[in-house]
């Protein structure tokens, strides 16, 4: 049972028998959207998704019909399809590409006539084998029931989508390394401005890169209308959004609630059955390992776009993580660090530079070596890595992968200050 009215959209098959299947996708309302779209005008799908004003779901959150209006107009134009999703602890598309691929093929095709392309590729997470089979199984199927290929439905209209499996790379996933992946390159992201996908993408093209969930919303944008996908939720953040919340409550999981209506409480007590064993939230990241944390006097606030970003973060990937009462939060952000660092390509100086000074110095303060001047040490490493240490921060690096570095260091050094500065006065973790 929800919180609102809102009935799930992207979910709503998951959990029937065989749900990947083509049988269940068409005793199930599939490719009804596709039908529809093929009689529509190009124009009028991006118009009915300017007016739902579906914000992107892979991180960015930019309008997904503002996003295929700047394309620069040439041909050939490509489609590519972001199912790298390695932002730790997200795991949304995973379910989607297993769970009801004919959905995302469904929005491949309407998002591919829309804005003229004749061709796209699902670029999909290499770990997800059977998120791949069954994208690869259902694309055959989609070919033979005349869904993809040459005249789909008998509208004319041609196109031809390629699964790609990515090689577990998290740079992969920022749609420019994206890009020089699929072109057979190593994934290093391209610098940006001046040259963004739109302008020159794959192979020089115009190119638009959509996420799987952004895109997987369109059948039903286009069966039902874009107003009625804009009545849900309110201000920018329309719709309903696939939330992975996990870490310490009692029920982990996928939860597709309406936005703006819901608030991270609700993800929390209602979805998720509370913070396990009764204890208390200590702090929580609001929108995957890149996003500076909230702590619990922000539980009441909207599933919103705008308000997590007046707040100093973001939604970004719908990832949601609950630390209860017994965290170490220097482990924590040690970890997230840790992270960062093993995975930056290696191209800017910040980052790569930058990602191992500031785990070194946190290794050594969660394991009891830690100096006075270290969290001074670490704000001036962070503040060379995003200048300011502002909220969104400020560019140094060809992407955003290093400005985020810093988001949960300072995050914890500023809510949780005496924290740090215990483990230096104890020489050891309080936490064991
Ligand atoms: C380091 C990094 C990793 C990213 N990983 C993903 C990802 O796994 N999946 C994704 O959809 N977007 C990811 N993004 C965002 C993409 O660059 C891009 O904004 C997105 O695919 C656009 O799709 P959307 O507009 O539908 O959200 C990442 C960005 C960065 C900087
Ligand atoms: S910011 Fe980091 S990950 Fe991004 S391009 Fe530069 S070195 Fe690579």
Redesign the pocket.
Known sequence: MAVTDAAPIVTRRVGLPESWTLRSYLDNGGYVGLRRALEMAPEEITQEVLTSNLLGRGGAGFEAGRKWSMLRKAQPVYLVVNGDESEPATFKDHMLVECDPHQLIEGVVICAYAIGAAQAFIYIRGEFALGLERVQAALNEAYEHGAVGKDIFGSGFDLDVVVHPGAGAY?CG?ETALIESLEGKRG??RIKPPFFPAAIGLYGAPTVVNNVETLSNLPWIVENGGAAFAALGEGRSTGTRIFSLSGHVNRPGNYEVEMSKTTFRDLVEHYGQGVRLGRQVKAFIPGGVSAPWFGPDQLDMPLSQEQVGAAGSMLGSGAVTIMDDTTCMVRAAWRITRFFHNE?????TP??EGSGWVAKIMQRIETGAGREDDLDLLLDVCDNIAPGLSWPPQQT???V??PSIPSSVVSGIRMFRDEFLLHIKEGACPYG
């Open positions: 740079i920022e290093f992201p930056s390509c290696g191209q800017c980052c790569r690096t060809i992407c992968l290093g």
